[in-house]
Antibody, heavy 121, light 108 residues
């Protein structure tokens, strides 16, 4: 079955770095755009980044631009999020999600189970 | 940025009730509107895409409508498993996707 499994979360001090991974299975990973979405504790959902199916284009939310980098390895069915210069407000659960939308729109199915990132001194 | 405003932020309802949740966009987004359901401690799940298309496997008691700036998610007869938080998402601007603040549906 189609599955996304995130890993790499943990507790990190402000200003430090962390890399999240998302392992995809059950579908042709190289055919789909992928997203990262996060959720601060007790709060709503915030889109973080998108990467095209072939890695040719990447876009970021203003809140993470210049600090986070999305990448993928289609040979390994893996998606990554490199997070640098972490801030307290980056704390939350990070989800990877498959984009199954059309050429002009996006919607996500499925989502991974999420990995918790806690930025704290 | 396109701002998405959901109302109400929470509601209490009984099993069997008809429930309506509203989502308003700060500018016209045509029909580029999706709805997700999230249960506590779980990942969101896609319910409706493109404003009114039901995702495969989602019960038919869920329906979506609207276009432009005003959209609605309706649960025709609330079931125990429907108590959750619901989010709308605009996908008009696919390079800056935004979600509504969520609507928590609680048991009355």
């Amino acid at each position: 079955q189609v599955q996304l499994v995130e890993s790499g979360g943990g507790v990190v001090q402000p200003g430090r770095s962390l890399r999240l991974s998302c392992a995809a299975s059950g579908f042709t990973f190289s055919s789909y755009g992928m997203h990262w979405v996060r959720q601060a504790p007790g709060k709503g959902l915030e889109w973080v980044a998108i990467i095209w199916y072939d890695g040719s284009n990447k876009y970021y939310a203003d809140s993470v631009k210049g600090r986070f980098s999305i990448s993928r390895d289609n040979s390994k069915n893996m998606l990554y999020l490199q997070m640098n210069s972490l801030r307290d407000e980056d704390t939350g659960v990070y989800y990877c999600a498959r984009d199954v939308g059309s050429s002009s729109s996006s919607w996500y199915d499925p989502w991974g189970q999420g990995t918790l990132v806690t930025v704290s001194s | 940025d396109i701002q998405m405003t959901q109302s109400p932020s929470s509601l209490s309802a009984s099993v069997g009730d008809r429930v309506t949740i509203t989502c308003r966009a700060s500018q016209s987004i045509s029909s580029y509107l999706n709805w997700y359901q999230q249960k506590p401690g779980k990942a969101p799940k896609l319910l409706i895409y493109a404003a009114s298309s039901l995702q495969s496997g989602v019960p038919s008691r869920f329906s979506g409508s609207g276009s432009g700036t005003d959209f609605t998610l309706t649960i025709s007869s609330l079931q125990p498993e429907d108590f959750a938080t619901y989010y709308c998402q605009q996908s008009y601007n696919t390079l800056d996707l935004t979600f509504g603040g969520g609507t928590q549906v609680e048991i009355k």
